[in-house]
């Protein structure tokens, strides 16, 4: 049973930066596909970004230009740097895996079959 742990949440100013990482108990990030979801109070778990294989990355549109997912597969790491932060990125963010091959990284919660235990992020206006 593949175990991932998330680290790197915290309190920062809005426009203010965090680096999340994610750490793998075994080698899964360089032959299955990692992503990072987040959870707002109230709201459901939604897809933040994912990377591939084959470095293929994706985001959702609320993050593009802000959030850089990236792999050290050396380290059996996924970090998520995020800049730019705003009030509403508050959430508690996951950290998720599969070990399925995907061209792109899929979006829906359920496939993936490897969860962190989340990290909150709170960012202050």
């Known amino acids: 049973q593949v175990q991932l742990v998330e680290s790197g949440g915290g309190l920062v100013q809005a426009g203010g930066s965090l680096r999340l990482s994610c750490t793998a108990s075994e080698r899964i990030f360089n032959s299955g596909v990692a992503a990072w979801f987040r959870q707002a109070p109230g709201k459901e778990r939604e897809f933040v970004a994912g990377?591939?294989?084959?470095?293929?990355?994706d985001y959702t549109d609320s993050v593009k230009g802000r959030f850089t997912i990236s792999r050290d597969n050396a380290k059996n790491t996924v970090n998520l740097q995020m800049n730019s932060l705003k009030p509403e990125d508050t959430a508690v963010y996951y950290c998720?895996?599969?070990?399925?091959?995907?061209?792109?990284?899929?979006?829906?919660?359920?496939?993936?079959?490897?969860w962190g235990q989340g990290t909150q992020v709170t960012v202050s206006s």
């Open positions: 990377i591939s294989q084959s470095d293929i990355t």
């Open positions: 998720a895996a599969v070990g399925a091959y995907y061209y792109n990284p899929p979006r829906r919660t359920h496939d993936y079959n490897y």
